[in-house]
Structures are given as C-alpha cells and as structure tokens.
C-alpha cells in the first residue's frame, strides 16, 4: 500500500496548488504522511454525513471538492459541526485533502467533467487566461427546453432541479459551461456567442440582463450537482494512476447528496404572471 504522502503527490500533480486562486484553500487539512492508504473516498462537501461515509468504507483518504475552512478559523473544538468533522477524522485515522479552484481550472477539470455528464464536445477553455469554463458543441442542435431537460436527466437530483431562462423554443448548438457559481463569467460567455449557458448559482439582476440584452439561454443547476461529476472524474484519474503504480487502490465516489436545499414547491402560476394575479 502507498503511504499518504505518495498518494498526495499524484494529486498534487493532477491539481497543481499554485493553481488555486490566492483566496482559496486548498491541500491536505489533515493526515498523517506516513500513513498507509488502500481506500480514497470522492466528494464535493467535506460535511459529517461524508466523514461518517469514510468510516463505513473503512477509507484513509478522502478528497473532497470544497474545503473545510475556506477563511481559517481560531479553533477545532467538536461543538462546532466544522470542528466535529476535523475530531471525527482524526479519531479515525482519516485524511483531508482539498482541490477546489485548482480542480477548476484543471485540464481536465470540473468543466470538463459537467460537460462530460451531458454528452457536450469541449472545444476549448471559456477563459483562455486561467483555463477557467468551457466552451462545448452539441452533436445534434436541440432547443433550449430539450437541453434543459438533458440536464435535468443527466446530473445528480436535486431539490431546486434546473431552472431556465430565454426563449425555451431557441436552437441550441453552442454552449458555455461553468461547474459550480457562474455568473462572474457572464463577459466571457457574451465574447464566445455560444446559444446558453450552463452553470449555478445565477443570480436575478446578471441573469435578467443577460437574458434581457442578449438572446443567451441560462441553464441554472444546483451547486452540488454541477460539481458532482468532477468526483466520477478525480476517482477515474487516481484509479489509472494507482493501476500504473501497482497500488491497488480502491477509489469511490459518494453518492450522498450533501446539496443544502430540502425541498422545492412551485408556485401555482410560476410563467410571467405579476403577484396575485389570478391563475
């Protein structure tokens, strides 16, 4: 079996930590470098539901998307459902480790991932600069209701679903895609012309413009969900690289829905109507 530390050093390699932005948090929280590891567990959200998980896998590792502490903290104590989880991995001999915005600009990364789950051909980063997004071709043009609906089907379910924006019946061939928040990219998708664009997080006043100058096509996804697939795709990378080392890992993914949203009612009339109005 591997030690830790060598199994680090192969993420390390697949999502370089100078790649992160300067305000993230990413690498190992927590672990013992000398500890050996013959089970790794993928997941977006380092939660106690996926710490529990660990335990019951019997896992040394588990490699989540989100960190921990994204701000730093003062104190680990257990009376705090972040410090419970870092007392609960430690208990159990279970290692930490963060790629977050150096998975996101990763080729491939989390884009490529989203894209993947959808059937989408990547033609290129949405932000050259940074790698940052993609820009994705769609084998058969479909409108933007159908490809909506292909997301619904294709991600991890969800309480909010997808919500959509634009004219439902507009062709779609070209499409930008972002896992996780995305309407900071809104100058990028307008500069590449693609029809819509897939992300989450979409807020009221970027999504209203967009929608309202342009006759761009919004896909909003639950957090959670568009960053699922980067797990099938991490777990999938390190099972290549344990056969190359003859490490004999064995690499899962968690399929516990750690999105925060419970539950979702739609309105009665939801299309267009002023408040009140009548049905």
């Not at 300067?22 to 500890?35: F, L, M, R």
């Not at 779609?172 to 990028?188: H, N």
Request: with cysteine.
């Amino acid at each position: 079996m591997p030690r830790l530390t060598e199994v680090l050093a192969e993420l390390d390699a697949l999502w370089p930590p100078e790649r992160a932005e300067q305000w993230d948090a990413v690498g190992t929280v927590c672990g013992d470098p000398d500890a050996e590891v013959d089970r790794v567990l993928f997941a977006v959200d380092p939660v106690q539901e996926i710490a529990d998980e660990a335990i019951e896998l019997g896992a040394q590792l588990i490699v989540t998307h989100h960190p921990l502490y994204l701000r730093g903290t003062t104190t680990v104590a257990a009376s705090h459902f972040k410090g419970r989880v870092v007392h609960t991995l430690i208990k159990h001999d279970i290692a930490l480790h963060v790629a977050h915005t150096n998975a996101d600009t990763a080729d491939p990364g989390v884009s490529d991932a989203l894209a993947g789950a959808l059937d989408l051909r990547v033609v290129g980063p949405l932000v050259p600069e940074n790698g940052l997004g993609r820009i994705c071709e769609l084998d058969v043009p479909e409108t933007l209701r159908d490809f909506a609906a292909r997301a619904a089907q294709r991600l991890p379910a969800t309480a909010q679903g997808i919500r959509v924006a634009g004219d439902l019946d507009a062709t779609v061939r070209t499409v930008a895609v972002s896992g996780g928040s995305g309407d900071s990219l809104f100058d990028a998708v307008r500069a590449a012309g693609v029809d819509a664009f897939l992300t989450a997080d979409l807020r009221h006043h970027p999504a209203s413009e967009a929608t309202r100058h342009t006759p761009l096509g919004l896909v909003d996804a639950a957090h959670w969900a568009t960053e699922w697939p980067w797990c099938e795709l991490a777990a999938a990378q390190l099972d290549e690289i344990s056969d190359r080392h003859g490490w004999n890992l064995r690499v899962h993914v968690s399929k516990t829905v750690t999105d925060p949203w419970a539950a979702h009612h739609t309105s009665p009339s939801a299309h267009h109507t002023s408040p009140g109005a009548p049905n």
